[in-house]
């Protein structure tokens, strides 16, 4: 499975963006596929999952700001953050997990400043 994350960029502090992750294959095909940050200096963390029968899991910091979707006709999930902080400054990844492999997509800059 190849994944394809675009989105990231330069925002203020409580500003929004929306990352998307394309993936090569049917999303039907993949057990769960979700988003995982690095900010520099720290270890890469998850964000959010959906699962292939749509059960959405999002972490602590994500809960009530962010927001996993996807487009099952496009193979698409989306993050839709908003109220973005300094903190969530990272690189955020596309993970795709299907049996017992896991696939990456290549990362897309967050940067949060004023």
């Known amino acids: 499975v190849q994944l394809q994350a675009s989105g990231g960029g330069l925002v203020q502090p409580g500003g929004s963006l929306r990352l998307s992750c394309t993936a090569s294959?049917?999303?039907?095909?993949?057990?769960?596929m979700g988003w995982y940050r690095q900010a520099p200096g720290k270890e890469r963390e998850a964000v959010a999952r959906?699962?292939?029968?749509?059960?959405?899991e999002y972490l602590n910091f994500a809960q009530g700001r962010f927001t996993i979707s996807r487009d099952v006709a496009k193979n698409t999930v989306y993050l839709q953050m908003d109220f973005l902080k300094s903190e969530d400054t990272a690189v955020y990844y596309c993970?795709?997990?299907?049996?017992?492999?896991?696939?990456w997509g290549q990362g897309t800059q967050v940067t949060v400043s004023s």
């Open positions: 993970n795709a997990e299907r049996e017992d492999m896991n696939y």
């Open positions: 959906i699962t292939v029968g749509g059960v959405k």
């Open positions: 294959e049917s999303i039907w095909s993949i057990n769960v």
